[in-house]
């Protein structure tokens, strides 16, 4: 039983393209997040939902929308894709805000 | 918000050896975590230490909450334990983990 799931695991798209990435979660946890790890392995918090709520969103793109539709999942939708946006996306999860979180395999994203 | 440093940033050894990695935080510790991403990419949860001290096996964690630092122990490392080690703490902040540029560890046969 996988504990935080994403899908897909690569996605490869050409610049200007939309699309989206899946991220489920069956431990219960009411908060979910994205983190964004770029080329240099550094990992960075994108978004974070509680309840359903977005709670942080960390100076990402209007191009990037989160969206939960219940506590179990968090999907994130990227329009017009850049370059830059490759990367690897990391979903994770925790119970409530302040305690041990749980992360996904990852989505390598690569945009050409 | 919270910064974190991590040493060394890169680290060799030998299959049998023992090892320390450490990381610094400029704010209060809260929610320490340790991570290791193997070659696959994979984010695996090593400990959740905000404080003390904790052993799996050949790992272990000391968080120092009160000098802002955190210690992971490898002892008698295997090839298997190569990859990349990050710490990672929220700080005064909830909701988010900051994490360190990590350390890459790569052992030898």
């Known amino acids: 039983d996988t504990a935080v799931s994403q899908t897909p695991k690569y996605l490869v798209t050409q610049m200007g393209n939309d699309k989206s990435i899946k991220c489920e979660q069956n431990?219960?946890?009411?908060?979910m997040y994205w983190y964004k790890q770029d080329s240099k392995k550094f990992l960075k918090i994108m978004f974070s939902?509680?309840?359903?709520?977005?709670?942080i969103n960390e100076t990402v793109p209007n191009r990037f929308s989160p969206k939960s539709p219940d506590k179990a999942h968090l999907n994130l939708h990227i329009n017009s894709l850049e370059l830059g946006d490759s990367a690897v996306y990391f979903c994770a999860s925790s119970q409530e805000g302040r305690s041990e979180q749980y992360f996904g395999p990852g989505t390598r994203l690569t945009v050409t | 918000g919270i910064q974190v440093e991590q040493s060394p940033p890169d680290l060799i050894l030998q299959e049998g050896a023992n090892s320390t990695l450490r990381c610094n935080f400029s704010?209060?510790?809260?929610?320490l975590q340790w991570f290791h991403q193997n070659p696959w990419g994979q984010l695996i949860n090593l400990f959740y230490?905000?404080?003390g001290t904790k052993q799996n096996g050949r790992l272990s964690a000391t968080t120092v909450a009160t000098e802002r630092y955190s210690l992971l122990y490898i002892s008698s490392s295997q090839t298997t334990d190569s990859g990349v080690y990050f710490c990672?703490?929220?700080?005064?902040?909830?909701?988010?983990?900051?994490f360190g540029k990590g350390t890459l560890l790569t052992v030898n046969p």
């Open positions: 939902y509680n309840n359903k709520e977005l709670i």
């Open positions: 704010d209060s510790v809260n929610n």
């Open positions: 230490i905000p404080s």
């Open positions: 990672g703490d929220s700080g005064g902040s909830n909701y988010k983990l900051t």
């Open positions: 431990l219960g946890h009411d908060t």
